[in-house]
């Protein structure tokens, strides 16, 4: 069983000059590559880093207890707060809640636990995903073309429904992921015990995947918080105290902008302050809503 | 109080799957009836019929009869009605995560609405004792998740859940192939105390757990049923050949 | 005993076959039997769900026909030309959406340009060569950058960086680049570099978030595959990872582009707001967005405020075509693993 290769290639010799550049030039590139990612990860944190200091900077230095509890000095006039702004806010994004979040939880719910598979639900996540994408001024001038030119006045609930629709594939999307994690044999324990599919759905299903459904509508929640541009022909912005849905609402981003591109530097300071609470707020709900969910869960759930 | 069941010309598919066929048998009242066979053969597949659970999987169909007492379960009744009445434990234990060790085994109740505090505090205790895990849990029933316990103790929790509903059949499908040795014997206790008041279906791969709890035994092969007899019969004088073949360990 | 086509027979293994019972049924039981099947409410329950999922097509379609009703009268005036023209004159009424269209492709590709080698670089850094106990904490601050709302961006520009490109970066880009015809005339610190430098910030999270998800999706046996021809760590990189997730990186890149393009806010407040076609980037531009946001609420007369819906349905049809094509190309990738854009 002697066999005898026709051909015998010479052994690779790694000490010939060609091999040794090779490496050598293989190497140089790897340090490279390894120097360039690090530079762009920095490069990026920089200016976050940047943004978020100087925001505090400015923001706190500007803080004063008259923020929260004045509504906007005319011009001229110093001091003044935005807490008409804060409450306009407050009010918007609780009726975009109110009327986004069961939308948005309930076609989570058909995607995960009805259409699975189905066309039609590939078609809901994929439009979803789509609208998800859609710039949110449109979002402004369609809610301005429905609600605003049927009322004939700018209007919180114009601002509410925006938002509203803003926040529906988000929190569709999260639920729909939150509740694929839940196991099916816990949906089988229920089904066998006799309990119907719906009741199955809401307290199996979507209680075991609660924590991550609350967050997800946290973010949306967030994402929709910070949201200038549908509510500047839908909610309009006013300058003094308003609490009637369907008249024009201040709110904090709003007003934000309004004294950002103002000339006094009066309203710049408040503008800095504005920004820096809409972000602690935004942080803040996002951190406790998402400790009150994990605290909700029994101890030793999986 | 258990009843009997009737199984007539039973056909059951996946997709184009023919996975059971023509099944024709009595499981007797009040006794244990264990299902073995090599994987695969249909044996879950039926004990998933007697309860229309096979039907929640969209591409699952079957066409028969069955008859749980004088009740047609595909005619006379929804899929819900027929899980109330019949207890469903699994292969693995699926507790539910949320909830405690009480809300677990009172759920078949509190999610079909019942409300008597009372009653409910009655059954959740005599159905953990049935089960014989009141002891080891009595002290942090409302406290603690029934996804803290160990896989034993959840699944003795899971035939407590399906006790608690009192129902007339308790299907089993290998309801000790996920467990240690010692949780496999106290279950196989339990089949044993309760076998006198439920009409028990248990689905085994463990020929030697069909002969430890159950009179009657039904050898499963290729989505038919190749025997039913007393369990006694099929492990010592089978009439099949291939049912000797599968107990004396030639295939399977 | 060979005979594999037994005829069905029923056995019947126990003589008590009929049970008689004789027990009252538990409180427990007779509870359960008198439930009903539950069948209305399960039937109801699953028609409100579908109802709601479907409602996503409805705000779909609702957008997409409200936008067209409500641009009739422009469409018709000016038809097609309208994206061809650059007049843009309220008073005598004549508009075309040239201008806008340039200033807005020609901030989200310079956004693109300097955003996406960055992304890369991160996202290649965070999967393959950070340090197990930075990963965590960098991928939450390039996700905080995401939590910042676009007002907040616009201020910072503002006030930092629009001083910042007036008296540091401008002039250096002259020096350096001025011949280029890319950087010349008066810089005012606003104009489209400096709308293009705050976009290219915005969407720099979202590119790193979703290729890091995209490159983690790669197999490690694809990593050790060329690891192990003794390929060195860049070539693992780039044969075992990049290669494998291209077309998912590219959705992704586009998600950012689509993002880019409907960006209002922090554009609106840098770019200068001046309709007009300029190679140079230290000119003021206007784009899509910024004009709805600038001119919509005091447009007066019919046809202006037809012109500004038209063109926000042009934003709508473009921005839902690059995002669906980019969903295409991240599923084809990650296969319906969670797309975790916010």
């Known amino acids: 069983m002697s066999y005898q290769p026709i051909h015998q290639p010479p052994p690779m010799d790694f000490r010939s000059k060609s091999m040794r550049l090779n490496t050598l030039r293989r190497s140089v590139m790897n340090h490279l590559i390894t120097a360039l990612s690090i530079l762009a990860t920095l490069l990026v944190i920089a200016p976050l880093v940047a943004i978020l200091a100087y925001l505090i900077y400015k923001g706190a230095s500007s803080l004063n207890l008259a923020f929260f509890t004045h509504i906007p000095a005319p011009v001229g006039e110093p001091g003044g707060g935005m807490a008409n702004s804060i409450v306009g806010s407050g009010i918007i994004l609780g009726l975009s809640s109110l009327m986004g979040v069961p939308i948005g939880i309930a076609a989570g719910v058909y995607l995960a636990e009805f259409g699975r598979g189905t066309l039609l639900a590939n078609a809901v996540r994929f439009t979803a995903d789509v609208l998800n994408g859609v710039p949110s001024i449109v979002m402004g001038i369609a809610i301005y073309s429905l609600v605003v030119m049927q009322q004939k006045h700018f209007s919180a609930l114009a601002g509410g429904v925006a938002l509203a629709i803003m926040m529906v594939p988000t929190i569709t999307r999260t639920t729909e992921e939150m ?34 459904i609350i967050t997800g509508c946290m973010l949306a929640f967030a994402r929709v918080a910070g949201e200038t541009a549908p509510l500047l022909f839908t909610a309009f912005g006013n300058q003094f105290w308003s609490f009637k849905l369907n008249e024009p609402i201040a709110a904090l981003p709003l007003q934000i902008f309004v004294y950002a591109i103002s000339p006094y530097d009066e309203w710049h300071r408040l503008a800095w302050a504005g920004a820096l609470v809409l972000i602690v707020l935004i942080m803040v709900s996002v951190t406790l809503v998402r400790i009150v969910a994990n605290r909700g869960v029994l101890k030793g759930a999986s | 109080m258990g009843v009997g069941i009737q199984v007539e010309n039973l056909n059951a598919w996946y997709g184009s799957t023919h996975t059971l066929q023509d099944i024709n048998l009595h499981i007797p009242a009040n006794h244990a009836t264990a299902l073995i066979g090599p994987s695969g053969c249909g044996k879950s597949t039926f004990v998933r019929c007697l309860n229309r659970m096979h039907e929640t999987n969209p591409i699952a ?192 | 005993m060979q005979t594999s086509n037994l005829a069905p027979a029923v056995f019947v293994a126990d003589p008590h076959a009929v049970q008689i019972r004789t027990v009252e049924p538990s409180p427990v039981r007779a509870f359960l039997n008198a439930r009903g099947s539950g069948k209305l409410a399960d039937g109801s329950f699953a028609a409100v769900m579908m109802l709601c999922a479907c409602s996503i097509f409805a705000i779909v379609l609702f957008i997409f026909s409200i936008l067209i009703l409500r641009s009739k009268l422009s469409l018709v005036a000016f038809g097609w030309k309208f994206f061809t023209r650059q007049a843009w004159d309220p008073v005598s009424g004549d508009f075309g959406a040239l201008p806008f269209i340039y200033g807005t492709l020609a901030t989200s590709f310079l956004a693109l340009l300097i955003a996406v080698p960055l992304a890369l670089g991160v996202a290649v850094f965070l999967t393959e060569l950070c340090p197990k106990p930075l990963r965590g904490p960098i991928s939450f601050l390039t996700e905080l950058l995401a939590a910042i709302p676009s007002v907040v961006y616009g201020l910072w520009a503002v006030f930092v960086l629009v001083p910042l490109m007036r008296d540091v970066l401008g002039p250096f880009l002259y020096k350096t680049l001025g011949w280029t015809g890319f950087f010349e005339g008066t810089n005012f610190g606003v104009g489209m570099l400096t709308a293009g430098i705050i976009l290219a910030i915005m969407i720099l999270p979202i590119i790193s978030s979703l290729t890091r998800d995209i490159m983690t999706a790669v197999p490690n046996s694809q990593r050790e595959g060329v690891l192990a021809l003794g390929a060195t760590r860049w070539e693992m990189i780039r044969i075992g990872v990049l290669r494998n997730s291209r077309i998912g990186i590219v959705g992704a890149i586009m998600l950012g582009l689509g993002r880019a393009l409907g960006e209002t806010m922090a554009v609106t407040m840098v770019i200068g707001n001046h309709p007009e076609i300029n190679k140079s980037l230290f000119a003021p531009g206007y784009t899509l967005a910024s004009v709805i946001a600038n001119e919509f609420s005091e447009a007066t007369g019919d046809l202006y405020l037809s012109a500004l819906i038209e063109i926000g349905l042009a934003l709508f049809l473009v921005t839902i075509v690059v995002n669906a094509i980019a969903r295409l190309m991240v599923w084809a990738v990650t296969r319906g693993a969670p797309a975790r854009v916010a």
């Not at chain 1, 994690?181 to 229920?190: N, Q």
């Not at chain 2, 899971?158 to 040795?181: F, G, N, T, W, Y």
């Open chain 2, 61 to 252: 169909r079957a066409t028969g009869v069955i008859k749980m007492g004088d009740l047609d379960i595909y005619k006379d009744a929804s899929p819900v009605e027929i899980r109330r009445r019949v207890g469903m434990v699994f292969q693995r234990p699926n507790p539910f995560p949320t909830m405690s060790i009480y809300d677990n085994v009172a759920s078949g109740l509190k999610l079909n609405g019942f409300r008597n505090r009372r009653i409910l505090d009655e059954t959740v205790e005599r159905s953990l004792k049935q089960a014989a895990l009141w002891e080891e849990v009595k002290d942090d029933l409302k406290k603690k998740s029934g996804a803290s316990l160990s896989g034993g103790q959840q699944q003795r929790m899971c035939i407590a859940r399906a006790l608690a509903v009192d129902p007339e059949v308790l299907l089993m499908d290998e309801p000790a192939s996920a467990l240690d040795p010692v949780s496999t014997s106290k279950i196989e206790d339990l089949i044993f105390q309760l076998k006198s008041q439920y009409t028990i279906v248990i689905v085994t791969h463990n020929m030697q757990q069909a002969a430890r709890v159950a009179e009657n035994t039904g050898f499963f092969l290729n989505g038919k049923m190749v025997e039913f007899d007393s369990t006694h019969k099929i492990f010592t004088n089978p009439s099949d050949k291939r049912t000797e073949d599968y107990i004396t360990g030639r295939f399977g």
């Open chain 1, 179 to 212: 509740l694929a994690t839940v196991p099916h044999a816990i949906r089988e324990a229920a089904l066998g015990l006799g309990v119907p599919k719906w009741r199955t759905a809401i307290s199996v299903s979507l209680r075991t995947a609660s924590p991550g």
